[in-house]
Nanobody, 125 residues
């Protein structure tokens, strides 16, 4: 499966952005999907994940209540709605898909097999 993320940009603190990740290939609904982010010099960190059917989600503690992950399996797309953005949310955001065999939403980079190219999110203070 190939993933393409878009929707990043520059926003002021307190603002909102919506990231999208479009997947090509068959059987998109079989994959657990997630968003990660990375800043220079730091490890890529898990932000949010969503189960195949969309009925279960998982979040990084610092984004709970501000970010919402969702998916539309008919459109082969996963979204990350980001509200109340803070300067510390500035990063390159990546979407990812697992190998299709997992049963839980993993938080580790190694839990995901397919990766999008990343989209820059910059939050100014």
């Amino acid at each position: 499966v190939q993933l393409q993320a878009f929707g990043g940009g520059l926003v002021q603190a307190g603002g909102s952005l919506r990231l999208s990740c479009a997947a090509s290939g068959r059987s998109y609904s079989r994959y657990i999907m997630a968003w990660f982010r990375q800043v220079p010099g730091k490890e890529r960190e898990f932000v949010a994940g969503i189960a195949r059917s969309g009925d279960n989600t998982r979040y990084l503690d610092s984004v709970k209540g501000r970010f919402t992950i969702s998916r539309d399996n008919a459109k082969n797309t996963v979204y990350l709605q980001m509200d109340s953005l803070k300067p510390e949310d500035t990063a390159v955001y990546y979407c990812a898909a697992d190998g299709g065999l997992g049963s839980m939403i993993g938080r580790g980079r190694g839990d995901y097999y397919y990766w999008g190219q990343g989209t820059q999110v910059t939050v100014s203070s």
